[in-house]
T-cell receptor
Framework: DAGVTQSPTHLIKTRGQQVTLRCSPKSGHDTVSWYQQALGQGPQFIFQYYEEEERQRGNFPDRFSGHQFPNYSSELNVNALLLGDSALYLC?????????????FGPGTRLTVL | GEDVEQSLFLSVREGDSSVINCTYTDSSSTYLYWYKQEPGAGLQLLTYIFSNMDMKQDQRLTVLLNKKDKHLSLRIADTQTGDSAIYFCADLRRANNLFFGTGTRLTVIP
C-alpha cells in the first residue's frame, strides 16, 4: 500500500497564474481533505471531499476549488495565485467509517508563488 | 474561541523524557491526535486518543487527556536524536476536519 500520494512534489508559479495539485488516497479510504500549511504554522483546513462532493469547507476564498473523481482521487485548484498562497499543501485521507480514528497525510506539494 | 495552543519550543537531553503540552477549546472534539513533522516532510500520525479516554500508551509514547481542563499531553520516554521534529496536536471537529495547533519544535541535545 503506497499510502497517500501527492503530485507534484514542488511547484513554482507566478502571481495571477492557476495551479492544480493532485492527491491519491490510501487504499480503502474514500474521504479526502486538503490543508494549507504556511511556513512556521500549523496546517489549516481548506475543504473535504466525499462521494465526489465538497462536504465541508474552511475559511478559504472561492479561488480555492476542488474535485473528487470516482476512484476517490482528488484535485485542488487555485486560481489567480497570490504571493500569500505560497505554502505546503497537504492532502489527508480517511476511511469510510467516518474517519475519526485514522487521518493519514501525504508528503505534500510545496507551492512557491513569485 | 476555537484555538489549539502549544508552546513553541522544547529542548531535552538524549535519554530524558519529553512532555509536549496542548490545550484546546472545542468541547465537541471527538478524537485528539499527535502528529510529527520532520524538516521538509509531511505529517506522520504518531498516535490518537478518543475523547472518552484519559490515557493511551504506545511503546515510548504516552498520551494523557484531561477533558475537564481540555488539556492534552504527549510524553516521549527515552528521547532520541531522531525524535527532533515539530509536533502538532490536532482535534477532530464535528465537521470531521482537523484543527491544528501551531506546533512545538522539539530539540534533542546529544
Amino acid at each position: 500500500d503506497a499510502g497517500v500520494t501527492q503530485s507534484p512534489t514542488h511547484l513554482i508559479k507566478t502571481r495571477g497564474q492557476q495551479v492544480t495539485l493532485r492527491c491519491s488516497p490510501k487504499s480503502g479510504h474514500d474521504t479526502v481533505s486538503w490543508y494549507q500549511q504556511a511556513l512556521g504554522q500549523g496546517p489549516q483546513f481548506i475543504f473535504q471531499y466525499y462521494e465526489e462532493e465538497e462536504r465541508q469547507r474552511g475559511n478559504f476564498p472561492d479561488r480555492f476549488s476542488g474535485h473528487q473523481f470516482p476512484n476517490y482521487s482528488s484535485e485542488l485548484n487555485v486560481n489567480a495565485l497570490l504571493l500569500g498562497d505560497s505554502a505546503l499543501y497537504l492532502c489527508a485521507s480517511s476511511p469510510p467509517d467516518g474517519g475519526g480514528d485514522e487521518q493519514f497525510f501525504g508528503p505534500g506539494t510545496r507551492l512557491t508563488v513569485l | 474561541g476555537e484555538d489549539v495552543e502549544q508552546s513553541l519550543f522544547l529542548s531535552v537531553r538524549e535519554g530524558d523524557s519529553s512532555v509536549i503540552n496542548c490545550t484546546y477549546t472545542d468541547s465537541s472534539s471527538t478524537y485528539l491526535y499527535w502528529y510529527k513533522q520532520e524538516p521538509g516532510a509531511g505529517l506522520q500520525l504518531l498516535t490518537y486518543i478518543f475523547s472518552n479516554m484519559d490515557m493511551k500508551q504506545d511503546q515510548r509514547l504516552t498520551v494523557l487527556l484531561n477533558k475537564k481542563d481540555k488539556h492534552l499531553s504527549l510524553r516521549i520516554a527515552d528521547t532520541q536524536t531522531g525524535d527532533s521534529a515539530i509536533y502538532f496536536c490536532a482535534d477532530l471537529r464535528r465537521a470531521n476536519n482537523l484543527f491544528f495547533g501551531t506546533g512545538t519544535r522539539l530539540t534533542v541535545i546529544p
